[in-house]
């Protein structure tokens, strides 16, 4: 979702509100979810707790563009977010390790997204660098 389509929606106070406090959304536990009273409840909630400083106005027009989306739309989001984070994650690599070429950075990070052992057998060639 795009901060600025968001806030695009929203007036006044609620705009100003939400655009400092945009992102501060958290998991929900599994455990947590069951709680809520039906399964219909749990599907709302959908596995994630809006912001506590959110207002329901702010949530209810972030939920009604996500409803609006195309899969296309939600897969490009996720695609944009899966590469920022790999990105990131290379990034913190190269922070911690100067020393690390960029292809030594993106094996380490290989090797942390699949495991040890994971890493070892789908890639027995590969260099052994840690994260």
């Not at 695009?8 to 536990?29: E, M, P």
């Not at 749990?42 to 563009?65: K, M, N």
């Amino acid at each position: 979702m795009r901060r600025s389509v968001i806030l695009q929606q929203l007036s006044g106070n609620s705009r100003r509100r939400a655009a400092s406090r945009y992102d501060r959304a958290t998991v929900i536990d599994p455990a947590d979810i069951t709680g809520l009273r039906s399964n219909a409840e749990a599907a709302r909630a959908g596995g994630i707790r809006p912001p506590a400083d959110t207002s329901e106005e702010a949530q209810r027009v972030r939920l009604g563009i996500l409803r609006r989306m195309s899969f296309e739309q939600k897969a490009e989001q996720m695609s944009e977010l899966s590469e920022t984070l790999r990105e990131s994650m290379i990034s913190g690599v190269r922070f911690r390790h100067p020393e690390y070429g960029p292809a030594e950075a993106r094996w380490s990070v290989v090797r942390r997204l699949l495991g040890d052992d994971l890493f070892a057998a789908a890639f027995p060639h590969a260099p052994c660098v840690p994260f």
